[in-house]
């Protein structure tokens, strides 16, 4: 039987009724005619939405940089020095906080010194996923070339407004080539070699990376550690750091979804050397994909896997409700964290997140975890962002896996051809959550019901979250029920609507998505909502996100 760290390791080696009652004395029931209610409880923030909750990851890893964001300075696709303007003008739309970068997995086999200096002197070298690229797989996939590095990043970076997390390599470069890279982007002007060679790539002035992994997934492709063992290297490598008058974010490799054992290992020998040794860390990296779709069945990470377009009902409920566990690991990690930092110092950081389904769907043929996204994924990934919405106080930040040509991608591009996916679409709509006061939000709609192999099971029937910016209320509302609509009242305890509009992602096809053929099957649809008495009344379609821009009175 394969697991996600196996499969890693072999590739390269060769209610019945309603929820009211669950909120009974709080919530009143909806008015007649309206079987959901939405009550936002005006007085009761619950912390502010980082905007780097809204982050992306891009990895060395089949088309994600090489045809998806780097198309070259000489290609006749419109870039801007070699990256996809496509691709540029649709994260500056998101408002795109942060990309985390160059891996992943990838992240611990590459040295930051073949991706600097002139391009055409720039080594060519293995990458780390070539073993699992095929012959359709174009040659820049399997030998990389290089062209792509630390300068075109945090150009690209600062093209889209974002910042740059750049995670190091622990298990095969030392030390000192942590520190050489952080003296690279950041020492001053003129100060060190490193910054004179910066200097001759066009950019004087320091880089200021301030978000920087230690590592990734050190449990495997990250190098096999304990998290005893881990946590040792992790003090090493953060001892000291060029700071430059700046801080520097360490992020360090956490859990894979419920390994309890790798946070409670990693905290209890931090803490061992000495409580201070917490203050060195400032996120806790949790990676969670969706996968298993095999009802209980297996726990195979190749047999567990469902497709990505073809798929039915129980299926849609199955991946949903695997996306949703990140909420209770998000519960369960502080948790344990807790107990040796009571404090909580250290924040979480969600840094790969998404479903995951067997190979199939690529819109390029030769993209290896290339998925096409459809409005399945982009109910999962407005679920998962609701999650972080509501869980803002121990979050600092999270990524999507990943950007483009991979697997929960927000864009798909190849050559001249580019799209905005389902999942782009939802980070549009979701945007304006960014630096928002989230605000506790009670959800109660009659609970989906179905078919689980011959067993009755239950999905809940709404839920989203609420923030707010001023006079302006930002609710987003997934109802994941693939046939009936959802007629609700929206309440505002502490506060009353003038007025509001509503943006709605849905198709009658729950399998409805973008292609290049057909780029605007799934696409958002604005609505006014009724508003009567500061209230607001709206019907969310089956199998919809919405964004509901409240105006307040
Ligand atoms: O996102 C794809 C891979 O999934 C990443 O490289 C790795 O960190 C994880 O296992």
Redesign the pocket.
Known sequence: MKN?REF?RNTFAGTAGFVFSRYAGISAPAAPGFDSRVEILFDEPMGTISPNLYGH?T?H?GGTIYDGVWVGTKSKIQNIDGIRKDLVRQMRKIKAPVVRYP????ADSYDWRDGIGPSEKRPRRTNFWMDAENDKSPVSHKYDPNEFGTNEFVHFCRLIGAEPYLAANVRSLPASEFYRWVEYCNSPAGSTSLAEERAKAGSSQPYNVRYWGVG??SW??GGNFTPQGYAAEFRRYSAWLPRYGESLSLIASGPNSDDWGWTRGFFEEIARKGPSHLGSIYGWAL?H?AWNLSRGRTNDWEKGKGDAIQFDAADWYEILREGERVEGLILGHWQVMGEFDREHRVKLVVD?WGPWYRPGSEATQGDI?EQTPTLRDAVFSAMTLDIFNRQASKLHMANC??LIN??NSLYLAHEDRFLVTPVGRVFEMYAGHQGGASLRTIFSAPSVQYDRDGKPATFWGLNGSASLHGKDLLVTLVNPHTTRACETEVAIRGGSANSAMAVTLSHTDIHARNTFDNQEAVVPQKKESVVRNGIVFHTFPAASVTALCIRLA
């Open positions: 996600r890693i990851f990895e890893l891996g992943g997995c990838f990734n997934e495997g492709c990676h994909y790969e975890l896996a990943q991979c697997l």
